[in-house]
């Protein structure tokens, strides 16, 4: 089984705290994981979170907490520092990125030739606004636009070619706010653009850890369909943030693809 999102934020860049993740991992049946992280941990990308910071005091905030962190130097060192050891696991390092339309070359430009397995792009803001932090954000808001801004952002993700995969492709949904219009369109308009740049998909337990009231485990039903239809690669992701979560809920993401 695979789990192919873990971020190691949470501790120091050491072989100790790598093992703490494998250890884990091995416990729960997996025999692939992928680790990443934000980009935002790096120095590197701050600069394309000044809209979103101008935009909103609470992001803000909560940006100048974690971000700039690191150099990516630092990220890249631990990756070969890990990679001269052997594991019972097979283990990958990439980034989870941010994405930006305005920022795809500085993107490229900032990932060439780093020597990172994968690259994979995520929806966490539509246009300037953070959708996913606090349900109490979304008052007020314009639900539909919402929704049709941010599946706009995921087709243009998919479509700049620089990611892999994209991340929890239908999180928008994690709070239970629900559009006025069916979303088939969109997901089909996803899986054939995903399968056309052959990119993976993510199969992930991340929002439903978060959100168990109001978020559905993995992807909407019809979304998962759309992919399988269009060949697209599922990978299973558990989106952990500590060891503890490694492998969540894999089986059950598993089951779900089968189903659909
Ligand atoms: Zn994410
Ligand atoms: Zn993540």
Redesign the pocket.
């Given at each position: 089984m695979l789990d192919g999102?873990i971020h190691i934020e949470r501790g120091e860049y050491t072989l100790e705290w790598i093992d703490k993740f494998i250890n884990k991992a091995l416990e729960q049946d997996m025999d692939e994981i992928w680790f990443l992280e934000?980009c935002y941990r790096f120095k590197e990308f701050v600069p394309m979170y000044d809209s979103v910071c101008a935009y909103s005091e609470y992001i803000d905030k909560w940006f100048h907490k974690k971000a700039g962190i690191f150099q990516l130097e630092d990220y890249l060192k631990l990756i070969s520092n890990v990679r001269e050891k052997s594991f019972p696991v097979n283990i990958k390092f990439g980034l989870?990125i941010c994405y930006f339309k305005k920022f795809e070359a500085f993107v490229a430009d900032l990932t060439r030739d780093k020597e990172l397995d994968f690259l994979?792009g995520?929806v966490?803001f539509v246009d300037e606004f953070a959708f996913?932090h606090k349900s109490e954000h979304w008052n007020n808001l314009n639900i539909d636009r919402i929704y049709t801004r941010y599946f706009e952002t995921s087709i243009e993700l998919i479509k700049c070619g620089i990611y892999d995969g994209i991340?929890?492709p239908d999180?928008v949904k994690l709070f239970g706010h629900t559009p006025s219009f069916s979303l088939i369109e969109y997901y089909e308009e996803m899986a054939q653009a995903l399968s056309l740049q052959r990119m993976y998909a993510e199969q992930s337990s991340?929002i439903f850890r978060r959100c168990p009231d109001t978020a559905e485990l993995g992807m909407n039903r019809d979304m998962l369909k759309c992919m399988k239809k269009h060949n697209v690669k599922i990978i299973t992701v558990s989106?952990a943030h500590c060891p503890e979560d490694v492998g969540s809920k894999i089986p059950e993401l598993n089951k779900l693809i089968v189903e659909a």
């Open positions: 999102h934000h989870e994979l995520s966490h996913d991340a929890h999180c991340g989106d």
